[in-house]
């Protein structure tokens, strides 16, 4: 049992930052999420990005731009079958 099983566990981070001015604003967010699941060399881990800024370059005109990133890996895929009765 010990050979295949293990306590898994999750860790998750989150942060972010927002300024600006009355012109200008920008938001930046980064997070990682990891888990060791209950299985044994069986894991998940995400790694997240988003950033935008908002101009208002005129009181008619604002321009806007964004990106995000987003990364994730997921080893050791479980599956359990499933059983059914015969009629």
């Known amino acids: 049992k010990d050979e295949v099983f293990r306590t898994g566990n999750v860790q998750d981070y989150q942060l972010s930052i927002t300024n600006g001015t ?9 997070g990682y999420t990891g888990e060791n699941g209950v299985i044994k060399k069986s894991s998940y881990q995400r790694y997240n990005f988003r950033a935008s800024v ?34």
């Open 22 to 30: 009355d012109k200008l604003r920008y938001f930046i967010s980064g």
């Open 54 to 87: 908002e101009n208002d370059i005129r009181k008619w005109l604002r321009l806007n731009a964004s990106v995000t990133y987003s990364d994730y890996t997921n080893k050791g895929t479980f599956r359990v079958p499933v059983l059914t009765e015969a009629a």
